[in-house]
């Protein structure tokens, strides 16, 4: 059975010492969770203190992106090592704002996922349709040329136990519009098929597909219960513990 995750992507929130009483919020919020996997990601500005706050507590780190060369002149960029040294546990890749705002590719999403493969970090790779692409019927291909582009290249066994992707339909991020619990089954159910074609019947079963847009613990159990379902990647509702302690309960009560 796939363990759920629940990652809040902090997105350009929080200075440092927000970041720092955020985490604090949150390993104590989830001290007794057991089932499900507690990951945060905040700015690469908080992500060293956040860290060190979360050392010994059953919350994981994610880091919001890397180049990935290994160093030089880059300006504004980290690279793996860099966040490797501070424990990142995983690093989020593709997210639709970087592929929206930030030039990123299928072909620098999979450079940045061989990169953090290679340096023993997990990836959540992030995917999605626009709501142009929804609505002129192109979902499938598009998720299948970001499926496929992301892991060229990828081994078996980094996809079986070292990647997560998260299917965010770009227009339910930040929206309030979510997509209802079918519209994200049949999607996620179509990724798995995905996987099954690229890596077989077993990787496919074991690979957890996370759900991102205006997820919130109102709307989270809908979404969890759904088979192919198996987390999610939070925006809004991680910036308070509370909020974002509903949703892991809704996964632990699966
Ligand atoms: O990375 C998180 C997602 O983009 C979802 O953001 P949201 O929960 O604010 O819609």
């Known amino acids: ?3 759920y995750i629940i990652a809040g ?14 985490a604090s919020d949150i390993v104590a919020a989830v001290k007794d969770v057991k089932k499900t996997e507690v990951v945060i990601a905040p700015t690469y500005l908080a992500a060293a203190k956040v860290a060190d706050v979360i050392k010994g507590s059953n919350v994981k780190l994610a880091i919001q992106d890397i180049h990935w060369k290994d160093q030089g002149a ?6 793996v090592d860099m966040v490797k040294e501070i424990g990142a546990d995983y690093i ?3 997210h639709s704002e970087q592929r929206q705002y930030f030039h990123e590719t299928d072909e620098t999403v999979n450079l940045k996922v061989k990169k953090t493969l290679a340096a023993g970090i997990k990836v959540i790779i992030c995917i ?3 709501l142009e692409q929804r609505e002129t019927g192109v979902l499938k291909e598009v998720l299948g040329l970001q499926i496929k582009g992301a892991l060229a290249g990828v081994s078996a066994e980094d996809a079986d136990k070292n990647v997560v992707l998260a299917y965010e339909p770009v227009w339910a ?3 309030g519009k979510t997509a209802t619990d079918e519209q994200a089954e049949e999607v996620h ?5 995905l996987i099954k074609e690229i890596y077989g019947e077993k990787i496919a079963e074991d690979m957890r597909i996370q759900y991102g847009g205006s997820m919130k613990g109102a709307n989270a159990a809908g979404l969890l219960a759904q088979k192919d379902i198996d987390g999610g990647l939070i925006g809004g509702a991680g910036l308070k513990a509370d909020t974002f302690k ?6 632990e009560a699966k």
């Open 128 to 130: 999605g349709e626009t």
């Open 9 to 22: 992507n902090w997105k350009m929130n929080k200075t440092v010492s927000e970041s720092v009483q955020l």
């Open 74 to 79: 880059f300006t504004g960029k980290v690279s």
């Open 173 to 175: 991020i930040g929206t």
């Open 189 to 193: 159910a179509y990724i798995r098929s």
């Open 246 to 251: 509903a949703i892991i309960d809704a996964a």
């Open 92 to 94: 989020i890749i593709g």
């Open 1 to 3: 059975m796939r363990q």
